[in-house]
């Protein structure tokens, strides 16, 4: 079976990390998205992908350059000039012959199991058109829908302004025969208005999704995410040529290969500490906290509830807590992230414009690609550092010399 | 409990067979087991503890060749959950094999006899004897026809017999006692089960067997005989108004969501009961003093049918959960009991209705399956026609009862002249609004709801409160609780709370309130003032009611806002929220929730 996977949004609430990569080459829980995606794609029985791709793309191109998923082959489609969900489904047309059918897939979003699998089920037993779809806390940012008894779809309605709707929302998961593609030229490549219209032909199935689902829309979600996944592991795996002296090692925690733990180390799991990656003495690893493939942790460090991305730094004696690091950021020794702010009020943060309330009482910072934090910064909750910014070292006694 | 099958068929039957357990899984899932004839001299079995899945990969089951057999899946009631007590059981000669739903009650004195003639025990069962005793008639009359029926004579108790034999390979022998079994009647095989599901998806024509019959069935016929007389009996042959599509799960991720979101067509089918059929069982409450009696879910409905004859049927009817009947009913001749089941198999109620009949009461009951032993067995019946329900928790074949009770009232209420005709109209408009009123609930509120219960699934401990017919309201929701989510729920009016319960509350026991709507206002306001006992302790309370002008009170935690609707309907659709509230929190869980531990879908054993 074939799978048609968009990955060419621009993605921009996902500032600063959508500045310099597509929202599915974001790492979580020691993949990236995509890669998460396409194994359950593969469990589900897909053994071709055509991933659509456009912001950003040169990251998945070079993902995808060599034959990385033997079982799945990945074709890459250009999105080029073509806009929306629509326009990039129409983008791929041409891989697929009449009378397939094929899953279409948002690729910045993420279920806890097998989505695919479910969809495909709902489908099979009618080979009509079918959406999974699932519930959310807000459900005012998505197309809601109405289920009738036979499990079809019998309104919906997008981003509905009356806030507190307890709907079930569009999942961005989709199992459909080859005609939606006429269905979806016939308006214009308008996808909402191509599903009103196989919804008033009473011809669109639901697949109900009842495990954990998130759409990746903003940094914070980057943790729910990896969280998320994490959930799901029971075991530790600790590569065999990784040496611990001196290690407390709790829960399901995964050391890679070429990972050096210096002694003295205290890893809570779930953790994740990838390939080549060195961790200092005395450093203190908390639950959901992923640590990328070639970073250095100095020694001393707490890490909790973090992911950081490959080939960042991590200070000695820092704290980072509930925040994302990106890749190559490099973070002085001595910063603090402050992840809770002392009037417990909900945290917003500053995306594009807007400053948006993320519901959570803890979040530490988020820290583009390539930025560098001189040593002894304090962070603010929810603070957004942009690829490649510079803050320079909190110097209580400057020398002459340096900055 | 348990879920006996058998196929016969001119091919192979393993995955058939397998197939037809499978779907009885609900009956009882903690062992399972198959035996095939196959031309040898011996039937072959495999069986094992664990549900049908796991059994029939792990002993192969698909891989039995032959076109004769018969599986079980099995419920414990005598013997522990072994290997060995897993059915089929065979015969010492391992030419006869036996699947058996019930219980034995004289088999500890056949099996001592047996024993001492030199037949070999390897269970505990009650059912072994079965099978040890057609081997001796067998030994002494030469015919398998006569060895069996001689042997089903010596038996006491109920059962469903299903057996199979080496000596007359091309037959299933089946008979039954109390206990359900049917014939179906497919293209290219004939089957017998405990209910149409083990076979829907080949056939939906099937052949009732009463009590104290017997049946051969063949791969192209079958023939019903008298245990007692030997005289063949004719029975005809009824199609099953449901399709396989229906006894599915659709599409839904549980039967129980499905069979949620089914209720706007079950309430629809219920309010088109022929208007005759309700207002003839209505005369006959009003003509005898009348008891309702059901267990589990449905005594709870009996309970709210209690409030509604109360309030509009213009007298107050006994409402005794059947398993207490016998210890309370005092009737004669004028006296009716209206049995509520959704099976028309449980026990509890089945021996409540005989216990009447002995007393001399006429007898009728709601009941949704048709053919069913207590459908057969009442002077009156209306069938409820809310297609199968397959989920262990009785949800829309509950509000069906619900629906159809309250018909009764109204129209008795009428027929007494308490209340006018039109008034009685005026409440049937109002229930006519429910089922479009359930599907905005289902699709506006589920997120809602399951985000309450995800909340709260912390919670061990919870109270559903409710005065007049919400009581009863609040009860049932308690039960539907407890069932799927394994979490403590009490269902008490909210005035018996202050008498003792109150101590327990505290920020670790959740309330659920039904509130009445604000037209009632009496009951609104004194509702009301046990909210506020409950928040002066600190507890978390929930309120379910009616969108209704201005704001819901801020007193409470949470509240389930209901949309807009006549104030007769409140309490139909508060159940609605209540069952996605139970559903929710199994589903955060991760509960079994079609088969909850420890369940089964009718109760038929004492």
């Known amino acids: 079976m074939k ?64 034959d990385i998923h033997s079982e799945v082959k990945v074709n890459l489609v250009e999105q080029g000039k073509a806009a929306g969900i629509g326009g990039a489904i129409l983008a791929a047309r041409s891989q697929f012959l009449p009378g397939e059918h094929f899953l279409l897939v948002y690729a910045d979003t993420l279920a806890g199991a097998n989505i695919f699998s479910v969809t495909m089920q709902s489908f099979g037993i009618s080979n009509e058109p079918t959406a999974a779809i699932c519930l959310t806390q807000s459900a005012e940012k998505y197309g809601n829908v109405y289920l009738g008894a036979d499990m079809k779809i019998t309104k919906m309605v997008e981003k509905p302004k009356k806030a507190g709707l307890g709907n079930y929302v569009l999942a961005g998961v989709f199992a459909l025969p080859t005609t939606f593609f006429d269905e979806l030229e016939k308006a214009q490549a308008n996808m909402e208005k191509a599903l009103l219209t196989l919804i008033r032909q009473n011809s669109l199935r639901a697949a109900i999704w009842e495990d954990a689902w998130l759409d ?45 733990i210096s002694p003295g180390v205290v890893l809570e799991g779930p953790a994740y500490i990838g390939a080549g990656s060195f961790v200092g003495h005395n450093t203190l690893i908390r639950p959901y906290t992923c640590v990328g493939a070639g970073c250095v942790v100095g020694h001393g460090a707490e890490l909790k509830n973090s992911v950081i991305f490959d080939d960042s730094v991590i200070g000695g004696l820092c704290f980072i807590g509930d925040s994302v690091v990106g890749q190559g950021a490099n973070i002085g020794s001595g910063t603090m992230t402050i992840n809770r702010p002392l009037d417990g009020k909900k945290i917003k943060v500053r995306i594009g414009k807007a400053m948006v309330d993320t519901g959570l009482d803890k979040i530490g910072a988020f820290v583009g690609d390539g930025a560098k934090v001189g040593a002894s910064n304090i962070l603010a909750p929810g603070s957004v550092m942009a690829a490649k910014a510079i803050i320079p070292h909190n110097l209580s006694y400057p020398s002459r010399g340096g900055k | 409990m348990c879920g006996i099958a058998g196929v016969i068929s001119l091919g192979e039957v393993a995955e058939r067979l397998v197939k037809c357990i499978h779907n009885l899984e609900y009956r009882g899932y903690d062992s399972c087991g198959v035996a095939m004839v196959n031309g040898g001299p011996q039937v072959h079995v495999r069986k094992n503890i664990g549900a049908v899945g796991e059994v029939s990969e792990k002993e192969r089951f698909s891989t039995l060749s032959g076109h004769t057999g018969i599986a079980h899946t099995r419920w414990a009631t005598h013997g522990a959950v072994t290997k060995e007590n897993a059915h ?80 007359e390979p091309d037959r299933i022998f089946c ?96 309010l088109d009961i022929d208007e005759e059929r309700i207002r003839d069982l209505a005369r006959q409450t009003v003509e005898k003093t009348l008891t309702i009696t059901g267990v589990g879910t449905t005594f709870y409905i009996s309970q709210f049918a209690q409030y509604m004859f109360s309030l509009y049927g213009g007298a107050t009817p006994l409402a005794l959960s059947s398993d207490e009947f016998r210890h309370l009913a005092q009737m004669g001749k004028e006296s009716l009991v209206l049995a509520v089941s959704q099976s028309g198999e449980t026990y509890d109620t089945l021996t409540a209705l005989r216990h009447a009949q002995k007393l001399g009461a006429s007898t009728a009951a709601i009941v949704n399956v048709m053919g069913s032993s207590m459908a057969r067995m009442v002077d009156s019946l209306i069938l409820q026609g809310s297609g199968p329900e397959i989920c262990v928790l009785s949800t829309k074949a509950a509000m069906s009862q619900m629906i159809i009770l309250t018909r009764i009232a109204l129209e008795a209420g009428v027929i007494r002249g308490v209340i006018s005709r039109k008034v009685a109209n005026a409440r ?104 506020e006992e409950i928040r002066a302790r600190g507890g978390y309370i929930l309120g379910i009611m009616l969108e209704e002008k201005g704001k819901p009170p801020a007193i409470f935690s949470d509240v389930i806002t209901l949309p807009k609707a006549p104030a007769f309907a409140a309490p139909y659709l508060q159940m609605v929220a209540a069952q996605l509230l139970s559903y929710f929190t199994a589903v955060t869980l991760k509960r079994n929730i079609d088969r909850p531990r420890s369940l089964a879908k009718s109760v038929t054993v004492a």
Not at chain 1, 13 to 33: D, E, K, L
Not at chain 1, 216 to 240: E, Q, R
Not at chain 2, 161 to 166: G, H, L, Q, R, Y
């Open chain 1, 3 to 66: 799978a048609l996977v968009l990955a060419g949004g621009q993605g921009s609430s996902m500032a600063p990390f959508s500045q310099t990569r597509p929202n599915p080459m974001i790492p979580v829980a020691g993949r990236y998205v995509i890669d998460h995606t396409i194994e359950a794609l593969r469990l589900a029985g897909v053994t071709i992908v055509n991933l659509v791709v456009g912001h950003k793309q040169e990251a998945l191109r070079q993902r995808f350059s060599g």
């Open chain 1, 216 to 260: 990746m829309a903003y940094p914070w979600d980057i943790l729910t995410a990896n969280k998320m996944i994490m959930d799901k592991w029971s075991m530790a795996s600790i590569h065999n040529g990784v040496e611990l002296h001196n290690t407390i090692i709790r829960g399901p925690v995964k050391i890679c290969q070429g990972a050096q």
């Open chain 2, 88 to 167: 089929p059981h065979s015969s010492c000669g391992a030419d006869f094999s036996i699947t058996h739903n019930g219980i034995i009650s004289n088999h500890e004195r056949l099996r001592s006899r047996l024993s001492r003639d030199g037949h070999n025990f390897v269970s505990d069962t009650d059912t072994e004897v079965i099978v040890h005793l057609v081997e001796d008639y067998f030994k002494k009359t030469n015919s398998v026809e006569k060895a069996f029926v001689a042997a089903i004579r010596e038996l006491e108790g109920t059962y469903a017999v299903a057996m199979i034999t080496s000596h």
């Open chain 2, 175 to 270: 008979v039954r006692k109390e206990s359900p079994l049917i014939i179906g009647l497919g293209a290219d095989a004939n089957y017998v089960a405990s209910d149409f599901n083990a076979f829907i998806d080949h056939t939906k024509r099937v052949v009732f067997i009463e009590d104290d019959e017997y049946a051969q069935v063949t791969h192209d016929s079958h023939s019903i005989k008298s245990i007692s007389t030997g005289e063949p009996v004719a029975r005809d042959v009824l199609e099953l108004p449901w399709d396989s599509e229906m006894a599915q799960k659709g599409g839904f991720p549980h039967y129980m969501l499905k069979e949620i979101y089914e209720q706007p067509i079950v309430v629809n089918s219920a």
């Open chain 2, 428 to 531: 049937i408009k109002d229930l006519r609004v429910i089922p479009e009123t359930i599907e905005r609930i289902l699709n506006e509120k589920s997120g809602f709801i399951h985000t309450i219960a995800k909340a709260q699934s912390h919670i061990n401990h919870w109270l559903f409160l409710g005065r007049e017919r919400y009581y009863p309201v609040a009860r049932e929701s308690a039960l539907k609780m407890k069932e799927v989510s394994y979490v403590h729920a009490e269902g008490m009016p909210s005035g018996f709370l202050k008498h003792g319960t109150i101590a327990l509350i505290d920020e670790k026991m959740n309330s659920v309130v039904f509130m009445p709507p604000k037209e009632q206002k009496e009951l609104y306001d004194i509702s009301m003032s046990s909210v």
